[in-house]
């Protein structure tokens, strides 16, 4: 009964998985040019900003190292938002708040960094699905293909061999799309968490900084 019922859904043929590995392939890159702009706008002058800031406060220009930061987090606005300017401001806010203990100081920057990180990491789990089972997709196309190349060769044994090589060949091509599409989105993924790592220890690094120079100052 069960056999019966895959059989028939198995002389569906590979057609219809190939469409979908195309959606997945166009909504995949859809969404690598999506994280594209969102690190480029949110990216855009970090390190000049990052060299201001610092010297300001090495300087002792609290107030000239609150506004930098101020500005900074308008401009970028909510939908870009780079892993440091909140997490600046908040601290250099809570000096004025006369807050000077490392550990309060550290979980302020922390809720700031995690909450633009949750951003930053936006999709990438999708591209990692897409890339991990796309080659699947495109195999159980193969599967389905090949069964019914060989239900067709029973039905119509004179067309001999040559039947069934024509339409496993044309099953193989699930799998060849199915990598096609996986290989540009782990490609994708790979760099973007690697983007991610570089922004967030830099993120660390300027943490550090502000909180031993405000804890210092106390």
């Known amino acids: 009964m069960l056999s019966h019922l895959f059989l028939g859904f198995s002389l569906l043929g590979a057609e219809w998985v190939l469409y979908i590995l195309i959606f997945l392939s166009i909504f995949s890159v859809a969404l690598m040019f999506e994280r594209a702009g969102f690190y480029k706008n949110a990216?855009?002058?970090?390190?000049?900003?990052?060299?201001?800031?610092?010297?300001?406060?090495?300087?002792?220009?609290?107030?000239?190292?609150?506004?930098?930061?101020?500005?900074?987090?308008?401009?970028?606005?909510?939908?870009?938002?780079?892993?440091?300017?909140?997490?600046?401001?908040?601290?250099?806010?809570?000096?004025?708040?006369?807050?000077?203990?490392?550990?309060?100081?550290?979980?302020?920057?922390?809720?700031?960094?995690?909450?633009?990180?949750?951003?930053?990491?936006?999709?990438?789990?999708?591209?990692?699905?897409?890339?991990?089972?796309?080659?699947?997709?495109?195999?159980?196309?193969?599967?389905?293909?090949?069964?019914?190349?060989?239900?067709?060769?029973?039905?119509q044994a004179a067309t001999g061999v040559s039947g069934v090589t024509a339409g496993v060949s044309e099953a193989l091509i699930a799998t060849a799309v199915g990598i096609l599409v996986a290989i540009p989105a782990v490609v994708a993924f790979n760099l973007y968490q690697r983007r991610n790592k570089v922004a967030l220890n830099e993120a660390e690094a300027l943490k550090s900084f502000l909180v031993g120079k405000i804890a210092g100052a106390k």
């Open 43 to 155: 990216s855009r002058g970090i390190e000049e900003f990052r060299k201001q800031l610092r010297d300001s406060v090495s300087s002792g220009e609290w107030d000239r190292a609150t506004q930098l930061a101020l500005n900074r987090s308008q401009n970028q606005g909510a939908q870009s938002p780079d892993l440091e300017a909140a997490m600046a401001l908040a601290l250099l806010n809570a000096r004025k708040d006369t807050v000077s203990r490392t550990d309060v100081l550290t979980e302020i920057a922390s809720d700031h960094v995690m909450r633009a990180r949750v951003k930053w990491e936006k999709n990438l789990s999708v591209l990692a699905t897409i890339g991990n089972n796309a080659p699947f997709i495109g195999l159980f196309g193969t599967v389905l293909g090949i069964i019914k190349a060989f239900h067709d060769l029973s039905q």
